[in-house]
């Protein structure tokens, strides 16, 4: 997420930091390279001549570059105005005081909106603990109704759906039924078209005036950038919506489209989709999200994340044993399980505050085919073998690599990523002591 941006960050805020006193000139640079990121970035150009206003208006009035942290000084300017752009606050969801509380989900066509829908179904049963179900109101798109089935099947979310030709019939139906099995929250995956166009428009205008949703929810693909951002504004001129589902923010380097939304329709980003599985579902912080872009990590997210899949006494222990540098392969292959069900190395480096977190396990890939390869190199070895790898010589090698289905480079290379890794973990350790992580490194 955003990693071109914050390298271009990371990069600006190395060098005014380096230089002590700030000059005019070295405000004038630093904007300078600013504006080039965040037009990389493809944030809309108007944006970044407003942002860059605001920032050099606030150091110059604030009389910033006489002060004795200039740097520090500009880079709290800088946090603070990202925020702004973002939206400032968050939006956690209000449920009706009458069950069920009903949401819309509109968009276009391979936005990832059927995969939205069960992923706000999801965030929403397990952080609430609701029952909710999903509607499937897509009759166009032949495979969108069998889509929605199986992703709800895989969460464990009620689904409704029915062979009919009217999408209102179908959805007020639904919503009876469901309200008789007991859903406190329901949510009608609408259909969707390749553009924005009459049919559609009023399609989704007659659920709305006949459902009366709490919420309405506008899915949007982060990956066409400014485009998302003319999309929202069509859907906003012909139907005003409540928030913004931001979907594929993990594909996207750039991150344009979330800096220029709020700004551009003023429609506050409410979700984020930043991966694959179901599970990659995220409210949208502004304030955590502009510490992702600035490369100062986000902390409270990572807490979160770790607090749903470890132990907190296994995570002492296992902090304690990077300490003594006692780690084992035991203790290695459950920490690279954990990493697997939190989602990729890169999405959990990017939570911490460590310069240049990408090349800190460059060398280290731990991909699903990877961590196949690893599960089968350490199920090989004896108990011996896991808690002492150092006693691993060229014939245990040979018999490991046998019995794993592997090379003896495969395993000379496993070898070496854990001493890596070991090392890796005690520096993580140091740098992100004090800020209270259940565990250092997952």
């Not at 956690?92 to 509109?106: C, H």
Request: charged content about 25%.
């Amino acid at each position: 997420m955003f990693e071109n941006l914050t390298s271009k960050f990371e990069d600006l805020f190395y060098k005014i930091k380096n230089k002590g006193k700030l000059s005019p000139l070295d405000l004038d640079n630093a904007l300078r390279e600013i504006r080039l990121a965040l037009l990389e970035a493809d944030v809309n150009f108007k944006v970044v001549k407003e942002f860059l206003e605001n920032i050099k208006q606030k150091a110059i009035g604030q009389n910033i570059l006489e002060s004795l942290t200039p740097s520090q000084q500009v880079i709290k300017i800088v946090n603070e105005e990202i925020i702004n752009l973002l939206g400032r606050s968050s939006s956690e969801i209000n449920f009706s005081s009458k069950p069920p509380t009903i949401f819309m989900i509109i968009g276009l066509q391979g936005t990832g909106k059927t995969t939205a829908t069960v992923k706000l179904a999801n965030y929403i049963k397990n952080k609430y603990n609701r029952n909710v179900s999903v509607i499937a109101a897509d009759i166009y798109r032949p495979a969108a109704s069998i889509q929605l089935a199986d992703l709800a099947k895989q969460a464990g979310i009620n689904f409704y759906s029915k062979e009919d030709t009217n999408t209102i019939n179908i959805v007020k139906e639904g919503i009876q039924h469901l309200k008789q099995t007991g859903s406190d929250v329901i949510i009608i995956d609408t259909a969707g078209r390749l553009q924005i166009d009459l049919t559609m428009m009023e399609e989704i205008k007659n659920i709305r005036n006949q459902v009366l949703p709490h919420q309405i929810l506008l899915v949007l693909d982060a990956m066409i950038g400014q485009e998302s951002v003319n999309v929202a504004k069509q859907f906003n001129e012909e139907m005003s919506f409540d928030g913004i589902i931001l979907t594929k923010l993990d594909s996207d380097t750039r991150g344009g489209a979330a800096l220029s939304i709020n700004h551009e329709i003023k429609k506050p980003i409410k979700f984020i989709s930043t991966g694959e599985k179901i599970d990659d579902f995220e409210i949208f912080y502004p304030d955590r999200i502009a510490s992702r872009i600035l490369g100062m990590g986000d902390i409270l997210t990572l807490i979160e994340k770790t607090e749903k899949i470890i132990d907190e006494k296994k995570a002492k222990e296992f902090e304690q044993k990077i300490l003594k540098n006692e780690l084992n392969f035991i203790d290695f292959l459950e920490q690279i399980k954990n990493i697997k069900k939190m989602g990729s190395l890169d999405k959990i480096l990017s939570m911490l505050p460590i310069k240049n977190k990408s090349k800190i396990f460059a060398d280290i890939n731990i991909g699903n085919e990877q961590i196949k390869k690893i599960e089968a190199i350490i199920n090989s070895m004896t108990m011996e073998e896991k808690i002492k790898p150092f006693i691993i010589n060229g014939s245990r090698k040979k018999r490991i690599a046998a019995g794993s289905g592997t090379t003896v480079s495969d395993v000379n290379r496993l070898l070496k990523q854990f001493a890596m890794m070991q090392q890796n973990l005690k520096n993580i350790n140091k740098l992100t002591k004090g800020f209270n992580l259940p565990f250092n490194f997952s």
